[in-house]
């Protein structure tokens, strides 16, 4: 599955891609790039991530939403 970098860059905070992204694959689903957020209960096989907002608006600036 190939993936594209919708956000963050490898600038300032942001070294080595450990910054919090959003990426948008080849079959056309989104994946989310960031820490754990341990406060909500999902099932084993899922996580949950917590972005800040300013990344998601940049993912949404980036689809052309």
């Known amino acids: 599955m190939a993936h594209r970098r919708l956000t963050g860059g490898d600038t300032g905070d942001c070294k080595d891609g ?6 948008v694959t080849d079959r056309g689903t989104r994946v989310f ?7 909500l209960t999902v099932p084993t096989r899922e996580n949950a991530v917590e972005l800040p907002e300013d990344v998601v ?7 052309g939403w």
């Open 57 to 63: 608006k940049e993912a949404v600036r980036a689809l």
């Open 18 to 23: 450990d910054c919090p992204n959003v990426y």
């Open 33 to 39: 790039q960031g820490d754990r957020y341990a406060d």
